[in-house]
């Protein structure tokens, strides 16, 4: 199973009652106990930082996770992942082709597309990876349209073997449906962010255990 944690720094400042730098510590903190838990991607996604600020996040976010095997991508934004040194990139469904920014690009470098339909077949061998959704209806994209299950097995199906996570709405309890769908994991914002009372570190770290055993379950069970 691969899993893949997305950041939203203001949405998990919101849930610990937290603002400013606090929130970059937390999310740091976030992250740290993701990939001590075994999560596999990080993908750094803060539209609103200016460059600058965000290579700098993205460098502190690499420093932190040098010695796990987590990957940390940047989200559509090539530029910055090379400059601070991440793994990879995930694109957005109409960012620029995954030929191009492969072809700048260090050997092993990682990228990500996001699809909503059936575009996956045209991406297929390209994307090191493939998100698809907006599975379920989620607050991070309130109006966006939803693939549904069948609609993440379509996917599945166009993708040819490629690598899709689901995205958007996903939580403990939808877990063996994402392993019906043939995905190969999920990525989430809001299943790894707790509630006010919780503490950040163990619940992220039980959280992406439970996530895992869950998907491994229902495969042994199917």
């Known amino acids: 199973m691969m899993l893949c944690l997305v950041t939203d720094r203001r949405r998990l400042g919101a849930a610990l009652g937290l603002e400013g730098d606090a929130q970059i510590d937390a999310l740091r903190a976030q992250l740290v106990a993701a990939a001590k838990a075994g999560v596999d991607l990080v993908q750094v996604r803060e539209p609103d930082l200016e460059a600058g600020a965000l290579v700098q996040l993205v460098q502190a976010i690499v420093s932190d996770?040098?010695?796990?095997?987590?990957?940390?991508?940047?989200?559509?934004?090539?530029?910055v992942a090379w400059a601070a040194g991440a793994a990879g990139v995930h694109l957005k469904e109409r960012?620029?082709?995954?030929?191009?920014?492969?072809?700048?690009?260090?050997?092993?470098?990682?990228?990500?597309?996001?699809?909503?339909?059936?575009?996956?077949?045209a991406l297929t061998g390209e994307a090191d990876y493939l998100i698809a959704g907006t599975v379920l209806?989620?607050?991070?994209?309130?109006?966006?349209?939803?693939?549904?299950?069948?609609?993440?097995?379509?996917?599945?199906?166009?993708?040819?073997g490629q690598p899709v996570l689901a995205i958007g709405g996903i939580d403990l309890p939808s877990i063996p449906l994402v392993a019906a769908s043939g995905a190969s994991g999920l990525a989430a914002i809001g299943a790894f962010i707790p509630k006010a009372r919780e503490g950040l570190s163990e619940f992220v770290q039980k959280r992406a255990i439970s996530m895992r055993l869950g998907f491994d379950s229902a495969h042994s069970v199917s």
Do not use: M, Y
């Open 65 to 79: 996770l040098r010695e796990t095997t987590t990957k940390v991508l940047v989200n559509d934004r090539l530029d």
């Open 95 to 121: 960012s620029f082709p995954v030929k191009a920014a492969r072809a700048g690009s260090a050997p092993g470098f990682l990228i990500g597309r996001s699809v909503h339909g059936e575009t996956a077949q």
């Open 137 to 160: 209806p989620t607050v991070s994209k309130p109006s966006a349209d939803c693939l549904g299950w069948e609609g993440l097995a379509r996917v599945v199906r166009a993708s040819t």
